[in-house]
């Protein structure tokens, strides 16, 4: 039987002239706001133009197929390759049994739920009948908090630790939702995993509207650390697993300029991109739906 792996992630524009079609594309076809697209404009320039977050998702299926020796196949839910063409290329190189993975930690109806939901409206849309096996969720999958503690430790000691995982708007979570739960328990693993005697938890990257969104908010944990007279502080992301926008912007421009404007020196752990140890996770989680096929 002909195995592969197919890799789901956001997508981000490479360039900064293809942002209105970007937003777009996440609006359902809508055209954002002007003054919406003049603001992501200016966040991707301050990070020296296009997200690498493509080019880092494409290293992560090179180095995962080279480990498992089966090809591994990349769509984006918002960008190019979108998930129908790389169904079309599964489709055209005859592979029958797929490993889908989401690249992202932790599960929700409206993130990682909806990567599910597009996948499999292509797929009928296609007419595909290879076999679509779905990897759970991985917030404590032991070699992901493996990978997570491996790029805090260069970084420790700090006064304080803050991790982060992107926020989503309350009204997103549906009943019983453990998008919250999974978020704080990788962020408690990776603390007891690096030896931390104490952590903080914090969610970012809020969306441009004025419904409430899950907190508390980076900003507000900021003041607070402000107020206590805390110098130091080190800011790890657990909720993405390459360089994005928001850690490239969010993280290395807006945080650390409200931190330094606080008196407040913030460092940042490298993303996980395609390190090994991140590499070693993901062949476990697909390896282990591999060998059942």
Known sequence: MKQAVLLLAHGAPERIEDIPEYLSVIRGGRPAAPAV????????????????????????AEALAARLGVPVYVGMRNWRPPIA????????DGVER???IVLTPHYSQAGAGLYVRRTEEARAAAG????LVWTRAFFDHPLVIEAFAERLAPLLPAERVLFTAH????????????YDRETRTTASMVAARSGLARMDFAYQSQGFTNEAWLGPRVEEVLDG??????????LQPVGFVCDNLEILYDVDVAFREYARERGITLRRPESLNASPAFIAALAAIAGGELCRG
């Open 37 to 60: 697209v003049e603001e992501v404009r200016r966040r991707y320039a301050a990070m020296g133009g296009g997200s690498p977050m493509n080019a880092r998702t494409r290293e992560q």
């Open 85 to 92: 063409e790389a169904l079309a290329r599964i489709k055209a």
């Open 98 to 100: 797929v490993i889908a």
């Open 128 to 131: 595909l009948n290879t076999e």
């Open 167 to 178: 926020s989503l708007p309350e009204r997103a979570l549906e009943p019983g939702d453990q």
């Open 225 to 234: 650390y402000a107020a206590q007279g805390v110098r130091d502080v080190v």
